[in-house]
């Protein structure tokens, strides 16, 4: 299964991967999933905000009663020259769990569905768990009607060329009534595992996290005869707003990073008249993350009116605190400890996830592989095979503990 994913959206230069929402690597990747449900005699299930299902014991979620449904999986998309792990781990992991599960003669008395949930990454149109969050109804069906690529195309129009129908999306809720417990594997995108030893270890949270755009506005002119006393440069705003990111975080113990930059008319030779920056920030806390928010636009303010720059700040996304349900986590930590010579371990984490999203109308736990490097978002993210498999059994374990009683 590996080897059939390996090629597709990975870019010879990078070695990373483009797996970007509704083109033609995505589409590839949509088929390869298909076809995995298919060869396995699953019924194959697209949902009207273009998720992808693959049931067992059922053909669609209106054959499932409310609550009954065991899920799993996680998504294919990824950020630009992105890792091999991050998202498609989760979804074979779950196919090969269930190869697994009927290699031991597991009876099944709920159904089960795999799932791919579509542009989680938002590497594309800028907001991340697009599929879950419409299937949840945490985004709007307008708002994302307006959502727009770095080329001006819209996700109704992607979708269209892409031959689904934009018309459809929208919240999901009879479906997502159907789900008894949905449990996503994930690789770990931190070194929390490799420093304890462990190869699996039971999410606790999701830390709050967001996304904002600054903009500062100041004045084009020439860079070779404009007088430094004379410019209104938003350059030097924006990397004064930089470093205070980073101060601010630093002394919160949290997380900000200025991962992405637009410039106007970004020419060498002219000084901008437009900076805009996307801030990522993340906390343990909604109190912390507040904090560090406000330090942030207090010090860009501050600047901005020093450089005679204008600014606009936006914030774009938002997912407060994730507290994973308690007895599904609890109920995973039993299952899986039946089978290990410790408790396995349980930690937060600063990255979002569609369980993250579900979570507020479905009962939602996660798995975590270690990664060696501790790098993700990157071509340097990794698992061994190994922690793969144990991946795997420990993912069996708990689809038979709760789908197989």
Not at 100 to 122: M, S, Y
Not at 199 to 212: D, E, K, N
Not at 284 to 291: I, N, P, R, V
Not at 370 to 378: D, L, Q, Y
Request: net charge negative; charged share 25%; hydrophobic share 40%.
């Amino acid at each position: 299964m590996w080897e059939e994913l390996r090629p597709l959206g990975r870019d010879s230069s990078s070695g990373g991967y483009r797996r970007f929402a509704w083109t033609g690597a995505d589409t590839d990747c949509r088929a390869w999933f298909r076809a995995q449900a298919e060869a396995r005699g699953l019924a194959y299930e697209l949902d009207r905000n273009g998720n992808q299902w693959a049931w067992l014991g059922a053909t669609t979620y209106q054959d499932v009663a409310p609550g009954d449904a065991v899920v799993t999986g996680s998504h294919l998309d990824s950020v630009p020259d992105g890792g091999a792990f991050d998202g498609p781990l989760g979804v074979v992991s779950s196919f090969v769990a269930l190869d697994e599960l009927r290699a031991r003669g597991a009876e099944f008395t709920k159904p089960l569905a795999i799932v791919n949930f579509g542009d989680e990454e938002g590497a594309r149109f800028g907001l991340a768990c697009v599929g879950s969050r419409l299937s949840a109804g945490a985004l709007t069906t307008e708002a994302a009607h307006r959502l727009r690529d770095a080329d001006g195309v819209t996700l109704p129009q992607a979708m269209e060329r892409a031959g689904y129908d934009p018309e459809a999306i929208g919240p999901d809720p009879e479906r997502l009534a159907a789900i008894g417990a949905f449990v996503e594997l994930h690789v770990e995108q931190g070194r929390a595992l490799d420093l304890s030893g462990d190869p699996v270890g039971i999410a606790s949270a999701i830390w709050p996290h967001g996304r904002w755009r600054f903009d500062f506005r100041g004045e084009a002119n020439h860079a070779g005869t404009t007088r430094l006393e004379d410019r209104r440069d938003p350059m030097l705003s924006y990397a004064a707003t930089v470093l205070a990111a980073r101060e601010q975080a630093r002394l919160a113990g949290a997380l900000a990073t200025f991962g992405k930059i637009s410039v106007e008319p970004n020419g060498v030779n002219a000084i901008p008249s437009l900076v805009r920056g996307w801030l990522d920030a993340r906390a343990a806390g909604q109190d912390t993350l507040d904090t560090v928010i406000g330090g942030i636009e207090r010090a860009a303010a501050e600047r901005a009116a020093r450089d005679g720059v204008d600014l606009d700040v936006v914030r774009e996304s938002f997912t407060p605190v994730v507290e994973f349900q308690h007895a599904l986590r609890d109920e995973l930590g039993a299952l899986l400890g039946k089978r290990a010579e410790r408790p396995v371990p349980v930690l937060g984490t600063g990255a979002g996830h569609d369980a993250g999203i579900l979570s507020a109308t479905v009962p939602t736990a996660m798995l975590f592989v270690r990664n060696p490097t501790g790098v993700s978002h990157s071509p340097a993210e990794a698992a061994t095979e190994d922690d793969c498999v144990a991946g795997v059994t420990a993912l069996a374990d708990v689809l038979e503990g709760l789908a197989c009683r």
